[in-house]
Structure formats: C-alpha cells, structure tokens
C-alpha cells in the first residue's frame, strides 16, 4: 500500500513539475497528521534521550569496573574490607562496585550480629539484592525504547489513514479524479509513514544493543557475586 503510495506520489510530480518541500507539505497538513508529525517528534526526541543517558551510563560503569576491579583485588587479597568498601565508594558508578560494596557491608554487619554458620548466608542474600537494584537501575528506560520502537510506525499507520481519508475529501470536493486531486492527502500519508519508521528504527536498534549490554553486565555482576561468596566462605574457614 505504501508503495502504491510513492508510485502515485512519483507519477505526480514527474507529470506536473511541482516540486514539495517539507515546509510545504507541513502548511498543507491538516491538524491531525500535524499532532501525529508532532506526536512522533516528541517520541524521537525522548528515545534519543534515553539513548544518550544509556550509553554514558553504561561507558561510566564499564569504565570504573575496570579500574575498580584492579584496586579492590589488593585490598580483599590484605583483607582490608573497609579499604576495600572505600575503593567501591569512590566508584559508585561500576555496577560491579556497587555489588562488592553491598555484599562488603552486610558480611561485616552480619559478622557481629549473627552465628558464623548463617554469615555468609546473610552475605548473599544482601548480594542477590543488590544485583536485582542495580539491573533495575541498569535497565530504566529500555522499556521506553521498546515501547516507541513497537507502536511509532502505528501512530504514523494513522496519519497515513488520516492523509487518505483527506485525499477521498479532495476528490469529493472537487469532483475530480486525477492525481491533482489526491496529490496533498499522499503527501501527508507519505510524511507520517516514513516519520513513524524514522522513529522507530533507531529506538528498535537502540533497545537491543543496551539489552545485550545489560545481559553482560548481569553476568559479571552474578561472577562477582559468586567469587565474593567464595572468599567470605574461604575467610570464615580460616578464622575458624
């Protein structure tokens, strides 16, 4: 159907020599296909936003991991633990960071308030928190993208139903069939359509690539959960 579009919409300016312009299919839209163009601008301009947010986010955490990674191995290898939730603390944009902090602190609080058999327990149960608060943290707005990139070319679906319609009214009007007659509702279906798709493409794009991101986040947050289980189990049993 979009296609026939474009067809007619090719045939039309080859036999009359106009010449469109997105300026003048904007003054020559009616009010719906403006709040559906004005619709998606905003969804384009919100998904772009996201995109942007994410990405410094996710370079900031890989960044600071890879530093915090090198700097705690000394202090949990001394077992300086505060040293070591000290380092997290001036990481706090590493996902790993946040983990070890949190796993770091309930072993040092479950240490004194709780039998030597149910630490490490309580140890990785704060852990198992705090990786659910982090994908948490790691995943907002992903669902946005999802959202626009499904339901975008649907909003410009509309507008192009709304450009046939005022099409089938030119031809009413003017008592006319030719391509004259239905040049400006093509337009607007033309506009919307391809608006919508604009739209929809990056964000589709946009939500896979963060979500395999945030899949390799999860799996080095779980290994760093497992390795800190392994050396609260390994300094229990040498205290002991």
Known sequence: MVATLYVYAAMFLQTTGSSWDLRTMWSQMSFLPRAVVVTLFVLSVYSFGVM??????????????????????????????????????????????????TGLSEFQSASQQVSDADVVEAAKRGLERSVAIVHAEMKRGLSALATI???????????????????????EQSHATGLSAVAGGIAEALVTTAFGLIVAVPAVWAYNYF????????????????ELINYFILRRGAKK
């Open 149 to 171: 990139g499904s339901t975008a070319p649907f909003v410009g679906l509309f507008g192009t139903v709304v450009g046939i319609l005022n099409a089938f009214k030119g031809i």
């Open 211 to 226: 979500t395999n991101k945030v899949e390799a986040f999860d799996v080095e947050m779980d290994n760093s959960s497992m």
């Open 52 to 101: 942007i947010d994410r990405a410094l986010m996710y370079s900031a955490a890989r960044k600071q991991s890879r530093i915090f990674v090198q700097q705690v191995a000394g202090a949990l290898k001394d077992g300086k633990l505060d040293e070591a939730i000290a380092i997290a603390e001036r990481n706090k944009k590493s996902h790993i960071a946040k983990v070890v902090a």
